[in-house]
């Protein structure tokens, strides 16, 4: 059961558009974003890395994507594509 509290977390964006029976027909502060603002965000990553261009499909509408190594070959995306960026405007690691 959730018991998201309204103390810590003020409003929430979603992904998946079910709704949750809540006595008193209360509904926690949000808004539906839809499925493809993950997808889009993933696929940026993965066109900005030099690493993993290439499992994005030519018009970009497939990813392909490994389910044991998916968080650690973003994770790396990520930094590369971080510590080319600070590099690029002239940012320290501070």
Do not use: P, Q, S, V
């Given at each position: 059961m959730r018991t998201w509290s309204e103390k810590y977390v003020?409003?929430?964006h979603y992904t998946v558009p079910l709704k949750a029976k809540v006595?008193?027909?209360y509904r926690f502060p949000s808004e539906y974003m839809g499925q493809y603002?993950?997808?889009e965000a993933v696929r940026h990553i993965y066109q900005s890395s030099s690493q993993l261009k290439a499992l994005v499909s030519d018009d970009g509408s497939e990813l392909h994507v490994s389910?044991?190594?998916f968080s650690t070959d973003t994770e790396k995306a990520i930094q590369d594509i971080r510590t080319s960026?600070?590099?690029a405007n002239g940012l320290s690691d501070d």
């Open positions: 003020d409003f929430m006595a008193g027909n603002g993950t997808f389910k044991r190594y960026w600070r590099e």
